[in-house]
């Protein structure tokens, strides 16, 4: 089985880095970077679910109830996995959005990158 999300972002240079972060501590590996496309795959038992960012062709203000994609997460099998994270994320930079993070739960929002 095979499959694969696309993303559109603000600026492609940016937000490489942050999926580089997110996804290599995941397992995932950057199979394609052009100034098009850049794409990460995961190798699964069954197959490859891959991630790929596109650069908009149009800029808009940033809102996350508009239409479109709301909400993506991956499952962490403990807190301290999400931590690992969360310590990553924040040494790059990344904004933490910690007034909807669950601290007992096993999830970090984030709400921009740097």
């Not at 993303?7 to 995941?26: E, I």
């Not at 100034?35 to 940033?62: K, S, T």
Request: hydrophobic share 40%; proline share 3%.
């Amino acid at each position: 089985m095979r499959g694969r999300m696309d993303l559109t972002v603000s600026d492609l240079g940016r937000s490489k880095s942050f999926y580089d972060l997110v996804l290599g501590f995941l397992g995932y590996r950057c199979v394609k970077d052009t100034a098009q496309v850049i794409v990460w795959n995961l190798a699964l038992p069954d197959g490859i679910c891959g991630l790929a960012i596109r650069p908009a062709q149009r800029q808009r203000e940033y809102d996350r109830y508009t239409v479109g994609l709301h909400h993506f997460a991956w499952h962490a099998d403990s807190r301290a996995e999400v931590d690992r994270v969360d310590e990553r994320l924040m040494a790059a930079g990344v904004t933490i959005d910690r007034k909807s993070t669950r601290l007992n739960s096993s999830h970090t929002d984030i709400s921009r990158m740097p």
